[in-house]
């Protein structure tokens, strides 16, 4: 187990790896705000924003929405539904792509086995001052993703929607809204580019606080 030497200059990552302990001398990298830790050769540091596989990590909204698919995953345990994840990687999602058309889908996060495999999309939103009430926003894309999805699966599709804080912080109680609400009322709804993307602007009236929307449910 050798040595990986870590310094940062104008922004750029720049590492060396050292075998021995004696070694560490001979090398005219080591200042005093060089990083040093040992292990092994391909424990290799990576800056962030560098790497595909952490950089979202370094996003505000990714790390709420995260958060709060955990927070969701315990609460759905107190209140007794059978939760299972789906999975999300490339080889599984292959799976839905059975017709060769152009035909695009999305999968929610979870299934809610114990109430008719509900599938379940979980998002932290900021809710933003409109006139009244407030207001969260939602890719248009998806939404139509997921009404292709629950077409072809006729597996019925709700949002899970926390509250996030400015600070990313979340709102512990979750509401619900299902995709074919959504669809009902879209000719009610603007749309407006957010972050370079088509967003529906929705009313958090169209909100349902608690697991009892989960419950109580009807397709």
């Not at 698919?69 to 994840?85: C, W």
């Not at 509900?118 to 139509?144: A, M, W």
Request: hydrophobic share 30%.
């Amino acid at each position: 187990m050798g040595f990986h030497i870590v310094n940062l200059k104008n922004g750029v990552l720049e590492h060396e790896y050292i075998r021995t302990e004696k070694e560490l001398a001979f090398s005219d990298k080591i200042k005093e705000d060089t990083i040093i830790y040992q292990g092994e050769e391909n424990w290799k540091p990576v800056r962030v924003g560098d790497s595909e596989k952490y950089k979202d990590y370094c996003n505000l909204d990714f790390r709420a929405g995260m958060k709060a698919q955990q927070l969701f995953k315990e609460q759905t345990r107190r209140e007794s539904l059978m939760l299972e994840e789906i999975n999300q990687d490339v080889d599984s999602f292959a799976n839905y792509k059975l017709d060769k058309t152009s035909t695009r889908y999305k999968r929610g996060d979870f299934l809610v086995r114990n109430y008719r495999n509900l599938e379940i999309e979980v998002k932290c939103k900021r809710f933003y001052p409109d006139k009244n009430p407030k207001v969260f926003y939602f890719n248009v894309q998806d939404i139509l993703k997921h009404t292709n999805m629950q077409e072809s699966s006729q597996t019925p599709i709700i949002l899970a929607i926390y509250e996030r804080s400015k600070d990313g912080g979340i709102i512990e109680e979750p509401n619900f809204v299902s995709i074919d609400m959504i669809n009902e009322n879209k000719n009610k709804l603007k749309i407006e580019p957010t972050n370079n993307e088509d967003c529906y602007k929705i009313p958090i009236s169209y909100l349902k606080k608690g697991f009892g929307f989960i419950k109580e449910f009807s397709w």
